[in-house]
């Protein structure tokens, strides 16, 4: 009977493929898109903690950050993301806030601004005044912008995991004097705004961290300029205390089960075992080290997904008209498929450091194949497109890549679908239904239980 389980789960999505061809044409496109910088009319809270560089970004549109580093910012963005959604809710994040000419967001504002900050490493959140200023001068701006003395810092730290700290820490803030704060901020502001009518940064004060890592270093003056950094916001901060009341909570949040829906999505049929796992585990209570382990994972994947979410809104957005969003099912499976071009077509981020070769992808990545060959299926599409980008990889040129994937029968493909999908709903164990990929389990952990190794 096991051998007979096996025999029908091993599903072997790259002999349904086809052909796959590079499509150069849509990965300029979406190239071009992901170096585009938006350009800003109003001036910003993030352009006063570096007038500097608020100045050249408007004189040199044409300097773009590579993508080694803007990885990192969407990385940053997509965490914010994700965890707002996590720990508050939509009536308090991400609020608009203006004051004289000067414009922010706050990432969660309740009772207090909460700035939500990523970075590699960071030995001490109490070192903050010395290692990272900008964050508490940017929280004090924006508590001077609502009148609020006090805020937090939340600090999500992505190598912690290598030096056996928290990954997470929240520091508590509070600010002696918001007048003498907003006066700063009026100076600073009608500093950038003199710059830019004369067209001279010779009277900005140079950054805090001088020409190291800028992207404006060939056309700044910052190696031989003389005009000294303002600390006006950063000596009003009369307290600043780490908060592990507010740091467990938000951990507990991160833990919390989120519900299970009744409707299956594409991604539980690609790994059904995957799935069938996560149902038990949110219905059985988690205990204190499961609850840690939980939030901690939760972490790990919210950075991640930011650099998924800006090349998937270049696909979206990079060319006017180009993508719409359509609603497939299959029986309990209920979800939403993005057709680029009249396609289906999904990003995948993927860490290994050099190029496959396409003909190998279906089997080195058959996960990527199987959610882009059910997404035809369901949209009776023999051709998918597969975006993807290797965020370990140092050259640019080879950084994204567009396949058109073409399949050989898309009934085969939606039969298997219907399959899953009726497994799924049926399973009394895990050998009942198809594997992940078996690599997958040595950075499972619902492995060695699941089987899929």
Same mark, same amino acid.
């Given at each position: 009977?096991?051998?007979?389980?096996?025999?029908?789960?091993?599903?072997?999505?790259?002999?349904?493929?086809?052909?796959?061809?590079?499509?150069?044409?849509?990965?300029?496109?979406?190239? *071009?898109?992901?170096?585009?910088?938006?350009?800003?009319?109003?001036?910003?809270?993030?352009?006063?903690?570096?007038?500097k560089?608020?100045?050249?970004?408007?004189? &040199?549109?044409?300097?773009?950050?590579?993508? +080694?580093?803007?990885?990192?910012?969407w990385?940053?963005?997509?965490?914010?993301?994700?965890?707002?959604?996590?720990?508050?809710?939509?009536? /308090?994040?991400?609020?608009?806030? +203006?004051?004289e000419?000067?414009?922010?967001?706050?990432?969660?504002? $309740?009772?207090?601004?909460?700035?939500?900050?990523?970075?590699?490493?960071?030995?001490?959140?109490m070192d903050?005044?010395?290692?990272r200023?900008?964050?508490?001068?940017?929280?004090?701006? /924006?508590?001077?912008?609502? !009148?609020?003395?006090?805020?937090?810092?939340v600090?999500? *730290? =992505?190598?912690?995991?290598?030096?056996?700290?928290?990954?997470?820490?929240?520091?508590?803030?509070?600010?002696?004097?918001?007048?003498?704060?907003?006066?700063?901020?009026r100076?600073?502001?009608?500093?950038?705004?003199?710059?830019?009518?004369?067209?001279?940064?010779?009277?900005?004060?140079?950054?805090s961290?001088g020409?190291?890592?800028?992207?404006?270093?060939?056309?700044?003056?910052?190696?031989?300029?003389?005009?000294?950094?303002?600390?006006?916001?950063?000596?009003?901060?009369?307290?600043?205390e780490?908060?592990?009341?507010?740091? =467990?909570?938000?951990m507990?949040?991160?833990?919390?089960?989120?519900?299970?829906?009744?409707?299956?999505?594409?991604?539980?049929?690609?790994?059904?075992?995957?799935? &069938?796992?996560?149902?038990?585990?949110?219905?059985?209570?988690?205990?204190?080290?499961?609850? +840690?382990?939980?939030?901690?994972?939760?972490?790990?994947?919210?950075?991640?997904?930011?650099?998924?979410?800006?090349?998937r809104?270049?696909?979206? /957005?990079?060319?006017?008209?180009?993508?719409?969003?359509?609603?497939?099912?299959? !029986?309990?499976?209920?979800?939403?498929?993005?057709?680029?071009?009249?396609?289906?077509?999904?990003?995948?981020?993927?860490?290994?450091?050099?190029?496959?070769?396409?003909?190998?992808?279906?089997?080195m990545?058959?996960?990527?194949?199987?959610?882009?060959?059910?997404?035809?299926?369901?949209?009776? *599409?023999?051709?998918?497109?597969?975006?993807?980008?290797?965020?370990?990889?140092?050259? $640019?040129?080879?950084?994204?890549?567009? /396949?058109?994937?073409?399949?050989?029968?898309? +009934?085969?493909?939606?039969?298997?679908?219907?399959?899953?999908?009726?497994?799924?709903?049926?399973?009394?164990?895990?050998? $009942?239904?198809?594997?992940?990929?078996?690599?997958?389990?040595?950075?499972?952990?619902?492995?060695?239980?699941?089987?899929?190794?």
């Amino acid at each position: 009977m096991l051998d007979t389980l096996q025999s029908m789960n091993n599903f072997d999505i790259a002999s349904q493929v086809s052909h796959i061809e590079a499509n150069r044409t849509v990965k300029d496109t979406l190239m *071009q898109a992901l170096r585009v910088r938006s350009s800003k009319k109003r001036i910003s809270v993030t352009d006063l903690l570096s007038l500097k560089q608020a100045f050249f970004r408007r004189k &040199y549109p044409e300097i773009t950050p590579t993508l +080694e580093r803007q990885q990192l910012m969407w990385s940053g963005t997509g965490f914010h993301e994700l965890f707002g959604a996590a720990v508050s809710s939509e009536e /308090y994040r991400e609020q608009f806030v +203006e004051y004289e000419g000067v414009v922010g967001k706050i990432d969660i504002f $309740e009772d207090m601004p909460v700035e939500i900050k990523t970075t590699g490493r960071l030995a001490d959140e109490m070192d903050l005044p010395r290692k990272r200023p900008s964050y508490i001068e940017q929280l004090g701006m /924006y508590c001077g912008m609502v !009148g609020v003395k006090e805020g937090r810092i939340v600090i999500y *730290q =992505r190598d912690a995991g290598l030096t056996g700290q928290a990954p997470l820490s929240v520091c508590h803030l509070r600010f002696s004097d918001l007048d003498a704060v907003r006066s700063e901020m009026r100076r600073r502001r009608e500093l950038l705004e003199a710059a830019l009518a004369s067209d001279n940064a010779s009277a900005l004060p140079v950054c805090s961290w001088g020409d190291w890592g800028c992207d404006y270093s060939g056309v700044c003056d910052c190696k031989t300029s003389k005009v000294a950094a303002s600390h006006a916001i950063l000596e009003r901060m009369e307290l600043l205390e780490a908060d592990e009341a507010a740091a =467990r909570e938000f951990m507990d949040k991160l833990a919390q089960p989120r519900p299970v829906g009744a409707a299956l999505r594409l991604n539980d049929i690609v790994f059904p075992r995957k799935t &069938y796992f996560a149902r038990l585990r949110r219905e059985a209570p988690l205990d204190e080290e499961a609850q +840690e382990q939980e939030a901690r994972e939760q972490l790990s994947s919210m950075g991640k997904w930011g650099v998924v979410s800006a090349v998937r809104d270049s696909l979206r /957005y990079g060319s006017p008209g180009g993508s719409q969003r359509v609603p497939v099912s299959e !029986g309990t499976l209920s979800d939403m498929v993005t057709l680029h071009q009249g396609q289906p077509a999904i990003v995948r981020n993927t860490a290994l450091r050099s190029i496959v070769e396409r003909e190998r992808l279906p089997s080195m990545s058959p996960h990527f194949f199987l959610r882009l060959g059910f997404e035809c299926a369901l949209t009776g *599409q023999a051709r998918g497109r597969l975006v993807l980008y290797y965020s370990n990889v140092p050259r $640019e040129d080879a950084k994204l890549l567009v /396949y058109d994937v073409s399949f050989k029968g898309i +009934e085969t493909l939606k039969a298997e679908a219907s399959r899953r999908v009726r497994l799924l709903e049926t399973a009394k164990g895990p050998e $009942e239904l198809p594997p992940c990929p078996a690599w997958m389990a040595r950075y499972c952990k619902y492995s060695p239980a699941c089987g899929c190794g």
